[in-house]
């Protein structure tokens, strides 16, 4: 009998053991669940980021010209629906190689780390395309000339805050306009009899282009092992600087769909290392491999 109560004492204390623990990790606020959902491996927001995010990204893509066949829209694709498991397994593994941050995982609390972006992580993806776009220089040189001066240059010149903020706004809509018109308006023209070609209107800006043997090489740089990461994240990062600048953020509505501006440190390691994860797809899906240009 003695030998009884004591197991039932000991089993009692196991069940109080497990229930306390198991109260402890299903609590909203601690926990190691609770960590690992809200931010330290996974957090729901992840899939908002990464749904609106792909749809905006891929329209971009085909508005730009960065994806040139279906082949590539494919991979492309896949990628992104990697995208996720990939970052989440490379954040955990960060965490864990990490002599702080594991002691914070395995004691159900969150580390506070700057280390690795999945906005930026994902520019991989499309950014290694930027060629194909850059291929109708034009319109590029042209609506960018239009922000330079809109945005940059006469803003400096005038004191009103409110007719800086209608210089500003007209100079986005203007080089929006100019390369769109650059662009596609000689297909539309042919539509519109009434609208003029923009090569009769804009002149080198609707005309201007790169050889395809240019355009070829610019592509072996992006999507090399050893080249496209550094190319890639030198491209985030001067993205990164760009549209954080106070010139920018100040135009009210506009700023809500700007990046943040984060540490050089977490643009440059997170868009290289969505690179090579990028470049590791498209070798695993056509089984070729580019180390250097």
């Known amino acids: ?21 198991l109260s402890h990790e299903f ?10 959902l809200n931010g330290c491996v996974f957090a ?11 749809v905006l990204d891929f329209s971009t893509a085909f508005l730009l010209g960065t994806v040139s066949s279906p082949g ?5 694709v896949v990628a992104y629906v990697l995208l996720v498991p990939t970052f989440l397994l490379l954040r955990m593994a960060y965490y864990l190689g990490h002599p702080t941050h594991r002691r914070s995982v ?5 580390p506070s780390s700057d280390a690795l972006s999945l906005d930026w992580f994902s520019v991989g993806i499309l950014a290694t395309g930027l060629p194909l776009a850059l291929q109708t220089l034009g319109p590029w040189i042209g609506s960018n000339l239009v922000f330079l001066v809109g945005l940059f240059v006469l803003p ?11 210089v500003k706004t007209t100079s986005l809509l203007g080089g929006s306009a100019v390369f769109l018109y650059a662009s596609y308006g000689a297909v539309a023209a042919e539509m519109l009899p009434l609208l003029p070609p ?20 610019l592509l072996a740089v992006t999507n090399s092992l050893l080249t496209g990461p550094v190319v890639v994240a030198a491209v985030a990062l001067l993205s990164n600087r760009v549209l954080t600048r106070p010139e920018l953020t100040s135009i009210p509505l506009v700023r809500y769909s700007l990046p943040a ?22 070798a695993v899906w056509t089984g070729r491999v580019a180390v250097l240009p």
């Open 261 to 282: 501006r984060d540490p050089a440190r977490r643009v440059l390691t997170s868009a290289a290392l969505g690179t090579l994860f990028y470049l590791g797809v498209v």
């Open 27 to 36: 609590d909203w606020s601690v926990g190691h669940l609770t960590a690992l």
């Open 156 to 166: 400096r010149f005038v004191a009103s805050e409110r007719i800086q903020l209608v």
């Open 72 to 76: 590539g829209l494919v991979v492309r």
């Open 44 to 54: 729901p927001s992840l899939l908002t980021f990464w749904l609106v995010n792909g």
């Open 1 to 21: 009998m003695r030998g009884y109560r004591a197991l039932q004492r000991r089993t009692r204390g196991l069940s109080d053991a497990v229930e306390e623990l």
């Open 106 to 110: 395995l004691s159900g609390a969150c």
């Open 198 to 217: 923009p090569a009769n209107t804009l002149g080198w800006v609707a005309t201007l282009t790169l050889g395809d043997a240019t355009v070829g090489r």
